[in-house]
Each structure stands twice: as C-alpha cells, then as structure tokens.
C-alpha cells in the first residue's frame, strides 16, 4: 500500500535546477533528498556603498537642517534578495572627492565589483561624483534618464574590467526606485539570471503624466474575489514622501509613450525587496 517505486518521482537524467536559476529553499529540499553535496554557482557581487553630504548624519538626534541616514540600511536591507554582499563605506562628505578617487582606485585593485553612491549627481557645487568618475576611462557612461523619480542616475563601466559605479539620487524613493530598475537588472544579467517578468495588473485609478518619461510609481497590489490582481496609484507621488513608499507593496510602472493612463488598463508591475524572477 505504501510502496514507492524507485524513479516514481525523480527520473536519471532529470533536470533539477535550470541553469540561471536562484536557488531557494525548495532547491535546497531536492537537492539534499538526491545526495547532491556540490553543484556550481556564480558568486555574489560586493558591492561597496556611499552616502554622500554634509547633511546626512548616523546619530539619532539631528538638527533641523540634517538628514537622517536612510539609504544605507534600505540598500543593506535588500542584499540577500538581491543577491549581493554589501560593504559599508560610509559617508562622502562635501569636500571627499579625493577620497572618493582614491576608492574608486582601490576598488581596481579589489574584489569590489560595483561601488554605489546615493547623492552628489546633480548640478550642484558639491555633486562631485560625476565629475571625479570621469577622471577614470570608461567603456560606457551615461547621465541622466526621462524618468520619474531618478532623472539624474548615473552608471559607468570601467574600461577593460568588470567593475562599474552606479550614482543614485540622494532622495529615498529615489534612491530606492534606481536601485530597482538599474542596478538589480545589471546583478541579475551578470549572474545570468533569466529576464525578469512583469506582472501584469488591472489600474483601479486614473494616472496622468507627462508623454516622454517613464513614471516608477508607488503602488498597492491587491487581489479581488474573483482572483484579478488590481492596482492602485497612491497619493503621494513627490520622491522625499516615504510615507507612500511604506504603504506600497509594488512598483508600477508608467512607461514613456503615452501621458493618460485609466481605469481598467494593464500596468506592468514590479516587487520593490525582490526580483519577479522565480
């Protein structure tokens, strides 16, 4: 009565794993219950992150005309979704573009493949970053994207080796919005994960912007009785509201192309804490 024949469940030569596949705990169950000991896998990036600014400050009490450090432990909170080993670096205060070089040199001569920073990429007198990056050669750089929040993202390849920077806007939803349409597609791609897939959802509200930017909005997912996924563009759009943001449970995006978007139309939706890839 209870008999299970031998290749009832796993067959020889059966696949278990797909190449490009993140491993999660189900894996784990299969691959231990067949005597799997090894099986070969990418390494995770490490990446090194900067807060950047005089404003920005660690300590609890803060005066009026500071910034509590945020962005830090937000990227630090993702990096075993995301799959990355976080490093610390700290703050890069008005006047470290010195510093900043020179971590960029010692990052040539480590096992850093990526250096992060949030703030110091607009026009201001002491957003530095994109002008000490130049100092370096680059194989591809850009700055500035038609996109809503994040217009002033940055990125940079190092010419001739597998290290890049990503330059994050310094506000929250910002920061947090680059991090997930930027950096994690390219984690993603160098680890040779399958391109992640939208979910699709119904727009229970009317969205208007304008015709050539692309808007990441903060958005709630909810199910109805009837099992469709709808979707609701919440009030509050502006990047330095986080309130929003800890309300949201997805991303929607609004892409450029069109301005008016309504109620009933398809948005493509991303998780903000993990990929969409399973």
Not at 116 to 141: E, M
Not at 231 to 249: D, M, T, V, Y
Request: net charge positive; proline share 5%.
């Amino acid at each position: 009565q209870h008999v299970r024949f031998l290749g009832s469940d796993y067959k020889k030569n059966d696949v278990i794993i797909k190449k490009g596949t993140i491993i999660h705990s189900n894996h784990i169950l299969a691959l231990k219950t067949l005597g799997i000991k090894k099986i070969k896998v990418k390494k995770k990036p490490n990446v090194l992150f900067f807060s950047t600014g005089n404003e920005i400050s660690n300590s609890e009490n803060i005066p009026a005309w500071k910034v509590r450090n945020s962005n830090g432990p937000y990227i630090k909170s993702l990096n075993e979704n995301f799959l990355f080993n976080f490093i610390n670096g700290g703050i890069l205060r008005d006047n470290h573009s010195f510093i900043f070089k020179n971590q960029i040199k010692k990052m040539l001569r480590s096992k850093i493949d990526i250096i992060i920073t949030s703030g110091a990429i607009s026009a201001g007198k002491f957003d530095f970053i994109p002008s000490v990056i130049k100092t370096f050669k680059l194989s591809n750089y850009f700055k500035g994207v038609e996109i809503k929040p994040g217009k002033p993202v940055l990125f940079a390849k190092i010419k001739g080796r597998h290290k890049v920077l990503f330059g994050l806007p310094g506000n929250p939803i910002s920061t947090a919005a680059c991090y997930r349409f930027f950096v994690n597609p390219y984690l993603l791609n160098i680890l040779g994960v399958e391109y992640e897939k939208p979910i699709k959802a119904v727009l229970k509200n009317n969205y208007i912007k304008k015709k050539h930017m692309t808007h990441f909005v903060k958005a709630k997912l909810n199910t109805s009785n009837s099992g469709t996924l709808h979707l609701e563009a919440l009030k509050g759009q502006e990047s330095f509201k986080i309130k929003p943001f800890a309300r949201s449970n997805i991303w929607a995006v609004f892409p450029a192309g069109k301005q008016s978007f309504k109620k009933g139309d398809m948005i493509d939706c991303f998780f903000p804490d993990h990929p969409n890839t399973i």
